[in-house]
């Protein structure tokens, strides 16, 4: 196989799994190292699966979550969010697209 056509067929591949525009909302709970933060999807077009909650405890399993889920770090919309948290306790972070089958793979829907 060629790598033109490798390549066409993994576009296919992930072409045919729908994806959907959504963001995360984060919302801290406590102050200091025993800080608790609940992240929850929000899809934009639907609510199919029903987004599921996730806490982590603490901001070092905060960083792992989102490092998970994908969310790039990179980005000054990402970093803005983290700041917010910090100084108001919630955040929004725009643009995640997610298709179901990675929504429950990454524990933000039931399956």
Do not use: C
């Amino acid at each position: 196989m060629s790598a033109h056509a490798a390549r066409t067929a993994l576009e296919r591949s992930t072409a045919s799994v729908p994806r959907a525009r959504g963001f995360l909302h984060i919302v801290r709970h406590g102050a200091g190292p025993g800080s608790m933060y609940i992240v929850t999807y929000r899809r934009l077009d639907r609510q199919v699966p029903a987004a599921r909650p996730v806490l982590a405890e603490g901001a070092q399993a905060l960083i792992e979550l989102l490092e998970k889920i994908g969310v790039d770090f990179g980005l000054s919309e990402v970093r803005g969010a983290l700041e917010d948290i910090l100084r108001l306790g919630s955040a929004n972070i725009p643009d995640l697209w997610l298709s179901d089958e990675e929504m429950v793979e990454k524990g933000l829907a039931e399956g």
